[in-house]
Structure formats: C-alpha cells, structure tokens
C-alpha cells in the first residue's frame, strides 16, 4: 500500500506515521494487488489543529545552528538574542549573526531577508545595517518600525519595514559618537506607540533619554534624572512601559530595587517624566530580574517565582501575592494583546512554558510545555494572538496558539 499526502509520496507500507502544518490536508492510500487490474484506493481529508491545546501553544517547529530554511538558507541562530512578530506574522531574529526576517509558511520559518554589520572601520552612522551586539528588539507594528539596541555597545537602530517584500531599510541610529549625552552602556529600550516617543536609560548617570523614533535626528527631546527618593539604583539596566503606556518601570536588578515614572505628555505631544514610586523587593523572594506593570499591578520576576507587588497609599510598592512554585527561575514573560493572560518561562525540574489568566484569581493553568534546557531563554507573543516563540542559547521553537 502506498500512501501519499496532499499529493506526494508518503511511504509504503500498510501504516503511515506523519506529522504535518496546521489547516486543511488529503490523504490517500492506494493498494496494488498481486495480479494486473487489481488495484483500490481511499481518500481522507481531514483537518491538522492545535484546538484542543486551549491556551497553551503547541511546538510546530524547533530550530537551532546550523540548521537551514526550505531554501537552503543558513538561520541566524548563533547566540541567539531576541525574536519579536510583525503586524503581519513576520519575524524578526537578531543573534550575533546578525538580523533575519522570516516568513511563516505552514508552520516553519523562511527566511526573507539577511542582515550583517558591514565590519570594523565602518562608523554606526554610515554602516547601513549595524547589526552588532544587538541585545533587544522593539516593534512599532502601527507603522512598522523596527528599533534594535545594543546595550553593551550603546546603539540604537530604527528600521523601516516593508511589508511588501519583507525588507527592513535603516532610518536612522543613536551611538556615543553622535549622541553626546551617552557615556556608558544603556538600558533596553521601550516605545510608546500613540505619541512615537522612545525611552532608554544611561545607566552611569541615571538619566531616562526619550525621543521620536520618526524624527531622521534622533535628537535627544528630554534628558531626565531619575529620583530614587533613597533607595539604591547601581544597575539601571532594564525598563518596562505598562500596558497603558503611561508608566515607566526601571529595574535595578543587582539592588533588588524598581522604580516608577509616570509619563505625561504636553500640548504639543513631548513627554515629561515624572517620579511616581519606589519598590524593594524582600530577600525572601528572589533576586530580581524584571518587572513588568499591568494594570495595578506590578510583576516582579525573580530566581524564586513570580511576585505581584501593588501601588501602596503612598510612593511603595507592596508585596500582594506570589504565583506558583517558590525556587524556579523565571525567565521571561509575555502577554496577550489585552493583557488579560501571560505566559512565562521559568526553570522547573527542567524548562518550562507556563500560563495564566490576570482576570480573577492569578494562579496558573494545570498543564505546561516543556523544552530542554536553554540560555537566556526570552518568549515572545504575535500580535495576530495565534503564534508564540521560544529562543534561547542558539535555539528557537516556533509555536502555535491556534489555527488562524
């Protein structure tokens, strides 16, 4: 019996065992007899979903160095750093390779574009695509702007991207030969869409730095000092924006401290920075690695859980609650486009994915997805809601939420 999908051959034999691409398939089977003329065959169509996953995703695909697309095309997967979506579906990747854009085509990535620094000696104003150090990704899906940043290095990018053809062409960048008020390395950065300014700390002055990402300058707009009201800050090296985008979350993770800055923005549409509270987290819950601020809460990821910390009657943020396991190590977590469910990634007895509702009760689903062990693993969400994915030492799982 010979079997066949979707019209190629499958195999021979009288089971098949296959895997295939989320959507609508034909399988056929055709049985040859011993004598001429003696010959049947079968057809089923059926369906490939991940539905029954409910709001975990499913691995479709999993990829490391030096694997290749269907083309042939080498992935830019060496230490792997960032991967975020497009409006479109798209991908973009940044390792120390340099920047791919990849498509999505029946559930594996394709590569579209590549892109490497043009070496030493090119200055990052005229190298076209300075791809080096590149530690965080930012997307304007509004407007397509893609803004890489090298925090080691103290570069920003902003690229246009064209959804035509899936290539990205720089605007313009930031480094410390042309932008005067940086002497150290900074922060990632964060973007506020609606208004297209973008934040980004210097971490020896702790000065918070915002421009238009759309102005060809860059100049620099506000040059802010960041209040500390007494509390340490020796490593402002993250910053989170809240899902309202009128808070600025900065951690100072070596100090176990964060703090808040509320943004306002005046008549003729520039930001001010504003003081707006201080937080410590206790020696009891971990050692701080991120906050992210939804809604009135603040989520604190540590090397012992998740904690939630809250506004107080004053300028502290109180301890609430924790979610799940005291112990395990989280390392990154994302959330829907309505911030009504998170996922994050921590270290259990081995790498897992975990989900929860932020409606109600926050405590995690029962059920997990479990990978192998990975470096610097970062979870990233789409924000068409039906695509994850997981990167990590040179590794990246591409995952589905749902058929769409």
């Not at 995703?57 to 095309?73: H, L, Y």
């Not at 792997?80 to 979506?85: M, R």
């Amino acid at each position: 019996m010979k079997w066949y999908l979707n019209g190629e051959y499958l195999t021979t034999g009288q089971t098949a065992n296959f895997s295939t691409y989320t959507g609508d398939h034909r399988l056929d089977a055709i049985a040859q007899g011993a004598q001429i003329g003696n010959i049947g065959a079968s057809t089923k169509n059926f369906k490939a979903s991940v539905a029954q996953n409910g709001n975990l995703p499913f691995i479709v695909s999993s990829i490391a160095t030096p694997d290749v697309d269907k083309n042939s095309n080498p992935y830019f997967l060496d230490q792997v750093t960032d991967s975020k979506f497009l409006r479109d579906g798209r991908m973009v990747i940044s390792s120390s390779n340099g920047l791919q854009v990849c498509d999505i085509v029946n559930d594996e990535l394709v590569i579209l574009h590549s892109y490497t620094t043009s070496g030493n000696g090119i200055s990052v104003s005229t190298d076209p695509y300075p791809t080096q150090g590149v530690s965080d990704i930012v997307i304007d899906t509004t407007d397509n702007i893609v803004i890489t940043t090298s925090k080691n290095l103290s570069i920003v990018v902003v690229y246009q991207y064209n959804p035509i053809d899936g290539s990205l062409t720089k605007m313009s960048s930031f480094d410390k030969t042309t932008n005067s008020c940086w002497n150290s390395t900074i922060s990632n950065l964060v973007i506020d869409e609606t208004y297209d300014f973008a934040y980004v700390v210097n971490k020896a002055d702790k000065k918070m730095q915002t421009f238009n990402y759309k102005d060809s300058t860059l100049s620099v707009h506000t040059n802010v000092s960041l209040g500390t009201f007494g509390l340490p800050m020796n490593d402002a090296s993250v910053i989170q924006i809240s899902d309202d985008k009128k808070k600025i979350l900065v951690s100072s993770p070596i100090d176990n401290t964060f703090f808040a800055y509320s943004i306002q923005y005046r008549i003729d549409g520039t930001p001010d920075v504003l003081f707006g509270g201080i937080g410590q987290v206790a020696a009891i819950n971990g050692s701080l690695e991120y906050v992210y601020q939804v809604g009135s809460n603040a989520y604190i990821l540590t090397d012992e859980g998740i904690h939630i910390y809250a506004l107080g009657t004053g300028i502290s943020y109180e301890y609430v609650s924790s979610i799940g396991t005291s112990g395990n190590q989280i390392y990154s977590i994302a959330f829907d486009n309505l911030a009504t469910r998170a996922w994050s990634i921590e270290q259990d007895t081995q790498l897992v994915l975990k989900t929860f509702s932020l409606l109600g009760p926050i405590t995690y689903d029962s059920e997990d997805v479990q990978f192998s062990n990975l470096n610097n693993a970062k979870v990233s969400y789409s924000p068409q809601g039906n695509m994850m994915s997981l990167i990590g030492s040179s590794n990246l799982y591409l995952m589905r939420l749902n058929d769409n």
